[in-house]
């Protein structure tokens, strides 16, 4: 037995989340290492470099032209075979690679054995990325990089924006084309675009345009209420770094009366 997760929880309908034992947790740090001593993700892939969803939106923000795409159930389309030849790809010898994939995915519907990575390891979204990078998907996101598109990977959601709208419906052909020649899907349910502003991680962006939606920033004016302070001060930072004027907005509440009581 590998001991590499104590449980799991069901997320949302179809998102199982794996608690890793602190065994787990040590193997899955070790190979988060070795791998970053051999590879260098790109600086587009948001979810592994600091700044994260609000970067990510923030580079698109004064495009005209934004679309977003959305891979369906990511994770399980990373199987143990595809960890095993993108680990073998960046120089860990075969045994290495076999024994890391096999501590890196789990089957997720006992006794299919349909090994996949899962949500909650140490180095499940390293893994994942590296595999994406290695893809047709991966190379085609460098490519239409380079021909001028803006271009940001948030684990499972992609973005690009640019110019003109020709020249995004020529990268979002071109992408779902690699997609399909590298086994992975889209959500066309979740798919926007090519439009002025997209809407993503609970953010409307684009055109010169940063903006928390308004059921999100409801929340936040609850948590702004009655929340502690180290809550109140983590709220404003976040909203800060996404559109000052709702900070602001926030902060108003702090002295208008209308706080509740700390918890």
């Not at 260098?40 to 994260?52: I, M, Q, V």
């Not at 090994?115 to 998907?137: C, W």
């Not at 709208?165 to 889209?186: C, H, I, P, Q, Y």
Request: charged residues 25%; proline residues 4%.
């Amino acid at each position: 037995m590998r001991n590499l997760f104590d449980h799991h929880f069901t997320l949302k309908p179809g998102t199982k989340v794996f608690v890793p034992t602190d065994h787990g947790r040590e193997v899955g740090g070790k190979i988060k290492k070795r791998v970053e001593g051999l590879w260098k993700a790109p600086r587009n892939y948001f979810h592994l470099r600091d700044g994260g969803h609000v970067a990510a939106a923030r580079l698109h923000k004064d495009q005209p032209w934004i679309a977003s795409m959305d891979l369906k159930r990511f994770f399980e389309q990373i199987s143990r075979s595809r960890v095993q030849r993108s680990l073998l790809r960046i120089g860990i010898p075969h045994e290495d690679a076999y024994e890391m994939a096999c501590d890196s995915v789990v089957d997720k519907a006992p006794p299919n054995r349909e090994f996949s990575i899962p949500f909650g390891f140490v180095q499940s979204p390293l893994l994942a990325s590296l595999a994406l990078a290695n893809s047709a998907l991966g190379t085609a996101l460098g490519k239409i990089q380079r021909s001028g598109l803006r271009v940001s990977v948030y684990v499972d959601d992609l973005t690009i924006s640019g110019d003109n709208k020709a020249s995004l419906v020529e990268g979002m052909t071109a992408l779902d084309r690699a997609a399909k020649t590298s086994n992975f899907v889209f959500n066309d349910q979740k798919t926007q675009g090519p439009a002025s502003e997209v809407t993503s991680f609970n953010i409307k962006f684009g055109s010169g345009r940063m903006e928390i939606i308004e059921d999100r920033m409801a929340e936040f004016e609850v948590a702004i209420r009655y929340g502690s302070e180290w809550t109140i001060g983590g709220v404003l930072g976040y909203v800060g770094a996404v559109n000052k004027g709702q900070a602001d907005a926030l902060t108003n509440l702090l002295g208008s009366g209308e706080q509740g009581s700390a918890a």
